[in-house]
Every structure is written in C-alpha cells, then in structure tokens.
C-alpha cells in the first residue's frame, strides 16, 4: 500500500558528496518519522538520520556535521546531504517512513528497497 523509492546512491571518493532522495507513495494519509539507515556488509543496520513531521532532526554521531537530513511534506519527499564522505560510509543506504495508511488508519513502518553508496579511498 506504501513504497519507497530511494535515488542517488553511487560510487564517490573520499571527501566527496552524494544526495540521496526518497519518495513515498500510495495510501497515505500521513508521514510522522522520515529517516536513512545503512547496513554494510557484515553488520547490522543501524539509524543515520531521521526526520519528525515538525523538522526535529536525530544523527548518528559518526555522521553528525557531515550529513544533513531534510523533508518536504508536501510531496512525502526526504533527502540525505551527505558531504566529506569517508570509506566507512561504504552501506546500502535504507529510507524508512512512518506513514498513516488510509484504508485502515493504522501506522505502518515503510523501507525502501536500498541504494548502494560507495567511497573509495
């Protein structure tokens, strides 16, 4: 009933940036938390960023100052400011969305289906 779709993902040097999108559609009444998790290889997924229906903003500490998260209501959008990116960021990149659903009015958590990021050394 809901999907996600995540664009911008890709191969970068270190030091470089990416944007990462996502877009969510279908029955949607309404989008409390937005947000990006990442899973490398071997590890568990683990938060970014996320974004509440009011712009307050959560980071992982390793990201903080480096990324920034963002939203627009409007179109049921969030993005990922990624800058100086390190090796370590090397993750299939998650957005997640908490999302009233219209038929049935109960909160449903959405993923998307993942985009790889790449940063060489």
């Known amino acids: 009933q809901v999907t996600l779709v995540e664009s911008g993902g890709g191969l970068v040097q270190a030091g470089g940036s990416l944007r990462l999108s996502c877009v969510a559609s279908g029955s949607i009444s309404t989008i409390n938390v937005m947000g990006w998790y990442r899973q490398a290889p071997g590890q568990q997924r683990e938060l970014v960023a996320r974004?509440?229906?009011?712009?307050?903003?959560n980071y992982a500490d390793s990201v903080k100052s480096r990324f920034t998260i963002s939203r627009d209501n409007a179109k049921n959008t969030v993005s990922l400011q990624m800058n100086s990116l390190k090796p370590e960021d090397t993750a299939v990149y998650y957005c997640?969305?908490?999302?009233?659903?219209?038929?049935?009015?109960?909160?449903?958590?959405?993923w998307g289906q993942g985009t790889q990021v790449t940063v060489s050394s």
């Open positions: 974004i509440s229906g009011d712009g307050s903003t």
């Open positions: 997640y969305a908490l999302v009233k659903v219209v038929v049935t009015m109960q909160w449903s958590s959405d």
